[in-house]
């Protein structure tokens, strides 16, 4: 809860709802400086004209060190980073910085889509856990369904596939900017720059519309300002690392402590690109439309449960339509259900975490998900809510019954089978990255969209086999209400 009250300060002051959504981003809401006064189109607001929102940066050479202005918002900046709580802090840096890549959920059911009232409980599913090679022979839980008749084959693939709209050049760079918000000419992504600058003026017009984001554009770097997020922080930072990593952007000679020179290292950012980052003015804030597609954008899976009133009810009433202009323009499928929408991506590339994914930890976060649901998920189709509460002893008896089954056939990481307790932590923190799960106090929540990678629901599910007794939970009592 202070995480979520921290979060929410710092959204409202840097130009967000304060409805610790995605509303806005940039440095600080303060009072016009020259280099923002700057930014303004001859006709107008820069924002209101695509041009304006691709700018260019002053050109000069990139190895050129910030000037004056730059280093005095940088000082302002690391003060306000050095006071900060943590949570506060990490919040300030994503809308600072805005370097977050999107997060989506990877693979699309086989089966013909549902209609938008399915509930995720009891629609279809997909079974990347069921594969004869990652399940020992013969084990219960292995049932396929096969592909309903007349489904719709999925789009891509062949080598004479037409680009659709937007054009496949458009699509890619969007993609591109999505997960990789700060290109730099010499950086891992710099051969983009020239497709980013050939589609500079679509692109702009595109974010800005549909997300509110702008594009700037300069000498050796583009970058898509992207609005706050929440559990997004640069890796390795805290409030002191921070305040150090806006002074070493500003030029400052003194020694930066490791995680910052890493990020430096990563960015490789030219003078250009630090003052775009920190002296770049708020994005405006959002309308009820805007943050819901930033978050379909952005994040695995929105559930009406969680947004704000004014944002709940514009997506109930227009969910798909919001989520096919999100998916058409960044190539994504949309999955809508009665607890909310999910834009999946099933080349699993517009993602900074992947599940599905190889490594012990997303095999066994899959698993842990895929049994729970089969404990725990409510019979009724009619009043499922969109999350149950999970026994705590029922967490531990899973994992160790996974542990059991996979630990040592599979492959999986020593340290992890040597201390379970890590395991458990860290398998329950992806799938609460990724929307499956959620914390409630001590214990945790299974939230409706984890039944997507479950196999299909059965009247009596079987009790658990596995040595560590996993008790029959009853159905009573075990509910969140809505």
């Given at each position: 809860m202070?995480?979520?009250?921290?979060?929410?300060?710092?959204?409202?002051?840097?130009?967000?709802?304060?409805t610790g959504r995605p509303g806005g981003a940039g440095r600080p809401a303060g009072p016009a400086r020259p280099q923002d006064r700057a930014q303004t189109h001859p006709q107008g607001r820069a924002e209101d004209h695509p041009q304006g929102r691709a700018q260019a940066r002053p050109q000069g050479r990139p190895e050129d060190r910030p000037g004056p202005e730059v280093a005095a918002a940088a000082e302002e900046l690391a003060a306000r980073f050095a006071a900060a709580e943590p949570a506060a802090a990490d919040l300030l840096a994503s809308a600072?910085?805005?370097?977050?890549?999107?997060?989506?959920?990877?693979?699309?059911?086989?089966?013909?889509?549902?209609?938008?009232?399915?509930?995720?409980?009891?629609?279809?599913?997909?079974?990347?856990?069921?594969?004869?090679?990652?399940?020992?022979?013969?084990?219960?839980?292995?049932?396929?369904?096969?592909p309903a008749q007349g489904a719709?084959?999925?789009?891509?693939?062949?080598?004479?596939?037409?680009?659709?709209?937007?054009?496949?050049?458009?699509?890619?760079?969007?993609?591109?900017?999505?997960?990789?918000?700060?290109?730099?000419?010499?950086?891992?992504?710099?051969?983009?720059?020239?497709?980013?600058?050939?589609?500079?003026?679509?692109?702009?017009?595109g974010f800005h519309t549909l997300l509110g984001y702008r594009l700037t554009l300069g000498p050796a770097h583009a970058r898509l300002h992207k609005a706050p997020l929440p559990g997004r922080p640069l890796p390795g930072l805290d409030p002191a690392g921070y305040a150090a990593l806006v002074r070493a952007?500003?030029?400052?000679?003194a020694p930066a402590p490791p995680p910052v020179r890493a990020l430096l290292d990563h960015w490789r950012p030219p003078a250009a690109l630090a003052a775009d980052l920190l002296t770049a003015p708020?994005?405006?804030?959002?309308?009820?439309?805007?943050?819901?597609?930033?978050?379909?954008?952005?994040?695995?899976?929105?559930?009406?449960?969680?947004?704000?009133?004014?944002?709940?009810?514009?997506?109930?009433?227009?969910?798909?339509?919001e989520?096919?202009?999100?998916?058409?323009?960044?190539?994504?499928?949309?999955?809508?259900?009665?607890?909310?929408?999910?834009?999946?991506?099933p080349a699993d590339e517009l993602t900074d975490l992947a599940l599905p994914g190889p490594g012990t930890l997303a095999q066994a976060a899959l698993l842990l998900a895929e049994r729970l649901v089969e404990d725990l998920r409510p019979a009724d189709t009619?009043?499922?809510?969109?999350?149950?509460?999970?026994?705590?002893?029922?967490?531990?008896?899973?994992?160790?019954?996974?542990?059991?089954?996979?630990?040592?056939s599979a492959g999986w990481d020593a340290g992890y089978l040597a201390d379970l307790a890590a395991f458990r932590r860290d398998a329950l923190d992806l799938l609460h990255r990724m929307g499956l799960a959620a914390p409630a106090?001590?214990?945790w929540l299974l939230r409706a969209p984890a039944a997507r990678y479950a196999p299909r629901a059965e009247p009596e599910p079987p009790a658990g086999s596995g040595r560590h007794s996993r008790p029959s939970v009853p159905a009573q009592g075990r509910v969140l209400s809505r």
């Open positions: 202070e995480r979520q009250r921290a979060a929410v300060e710092v959204a409202a002051a840097t130009g967000g709802s304060g600072v910085f805005g370097a977050h890549g999107a997060r989506h959920l990877g693979g699309a059911p086989r089966q013909a889509e549902p209609g938008p009232g399915t509930s995720w409980w009891h629609g279809p599913t997909v079974h990347h856990s069921t594969s004869p090679l990652f399940r020992p022979l013969g084990y219960r839980r292995i049932r396929r369904e096969a719709a084959r999925p789009t891509g693939g062949g080598r004479h596939r037409k680009p659709e709209r937007p054009t496949t050049e458009v699509r890619t760079a969007a993609r591109l900017l999505t997960a990789h918000p700060l290109v730099t000419a010499d950086g891992p992504h710099g051969a983009a720059l020239a497709l980013i600058r050939r589609h500079a003026e679509a692109l702009a017009e952007l500003a030029g400052d000679p708020p994005l405006p804030a959002a309308d009820p439309g805007t943050a819901v597609r930033r978050l379909l954008a952005e994040t695995p899976v929105v559930l009406y449960d969680d947004l704000a009133p004014a944002e709940r009810e514009h997506l109930r009433g227009a969910a798909a339509a989520a096919e202009r999100v998916a058409d323009f960044l190539g994504l499928t949309a999955e809508v259900r009665a607890e909310g929408v999910a834009l999946l991506d009619a009043t499922a809510p969109p999350a149950v509460l999970i026994p705590d002893a029922l967490i531990d008896g899973t994992l160790g019954d996974i542990t059991d089954d996979y630990g040592m106090g001590r214990t």
